[in-house]
């Protein structure tokens, strides 16, 4: 066989690999538009849903839940951007699924029982943290936001005889669903942490010892993520603080149960003896000092 044919032979698999990998995309792609058709029939309910934190606020306050469109463009952009969240949530299942099914031949057996409670837990995880943003720290957010407005009395006047300023607030429909999306979409990563890093521990990229080693940093990180992605409100960014750092000790003892459970089933096969090092090198160097 000549060495063109060898090489041929050798990127047959290749361009396989690559044609499943588009079809999987294309799939993935299609069920993704069809979730953002079906959420941008329904997208004034899925709007209307996504209020309810400020309307409960400004209920709480004696206001009316008014938004307002500064453009006329500005209500069909709402639309497609609630369709977008709608359509990745409907369709995230399916994708993962694809991914599944392209990553998963190449797996042994023990893999892929290791591999899919992570593909299961991100999503359950990611909605669970899109919750509590969205039933927790957006309300707070709001009312911290809204403590801000000027409320003229009727009948009062300042020094110079004019009316007293008010200044309350008329929202944009787009400028709320932004910030309201930012909140979803930051905590719903941020609940990816346990899954990230026991992934990273199974795969021994990190251990339960060195997080623990570099918790201090950790804190000074979660600290910087909560200025960043929740407002000026020093309760909302405790609450996150703390949700996040609860997030990172759990993580700890994950990584722990698996290196533990590793641990185990190396001792099990034979590979795993607690009275002999684990580095060949150091045991010569020893027995070289003790002649």
């Known amino acids: 066989m000549s060495q063109t044919d060898e ?9 396989e690999h690559l044609a499943e990998l588009r079809n999987r995309l294309i799939h993935s792609v299609v069920a993704f538009l069809v979730g953002m058709i079906i959420c ?4 004034t309910p899925l709007f209307n849903f996504l209020t309810a934190p400020l309307c409960t606020v400004l209920a709480e306050r004696g206001q009316d839940c008014d938004l307002i469109f500064i453009s006329p463009q500005e209500g069909f952009f709402v639309a497609i951007k609630v369709s977008l969240l709608g359509g990745f949530l409907l369709a995230f299942p399916y994708i993962g699924l694809q991914m ?4 998963a031949p190449g797996l042994y057996k023990s893999e892929k029982g290791a ?3 992570f593909l299961i837990a991100s999503p359950f995880m990611f909605v669970l943290g899109a919750a509590f943003a969205f039933y927790v720290v957006t309300p707070l957010a709001y009312d911290f936001f809204l403590g801000f407005q000027q409320f003229g009395a009727e009948g009062e006047a300042v020094a110079d005889g004019a009316p007293p300023l008010s200044v309350v607030f008329q929202g944009s429909a787009q400028e709320y669903l932004n910030l309201t999306i930012k909140f979803i979409v930051a905590f719903g990563l941020c609940f990816q942490l346990p899954v990230l890093l026991t992934l990273m521990g199974k795969a021994g990229l990190v251990s339960s010892e060195g997080l623990g080693n570099v ?11 909560a200025a960043l992605v929740t407002p000026p409100d020093v309760i909302t960014q405790v ?4 949700v996040v750092y609860g997030l990172y000790e759990v993580s700890i003892f994950l990584v722990r149960r698996v290196e ?3 641990e185990e089933q190396l001792r099990a096969e ?11 090198l150091m045991s010569e160097f020893e027995e070289e000092d003790g002649k």
Not at 40 to 43: G, I, P
Not at 270 to 280: A, I, S, V
């Open 215 to 225: 918790r201090k940093y950790a804190v000074v990180g979660i600290l910087v993520l």
């Open 270 to 280: 034979g590979y795993y003896d607690d009275e002999e090092f684990d580095d060949p």
């Open 100 to 103: 599944w099914r392209f990553v």
């Open 7 to 15: 090489i041929d032979d050798s990127s047959a698999p290749l361009i």
């Open 239 to 242: 609450i996150l603080f703390v």
């Open 40 to 43: 941008f029939t329904v997208a």
């Open 260 to 262: 533990k459970k590793r």
């Open 115 to 117: 591999f899919l409670p």
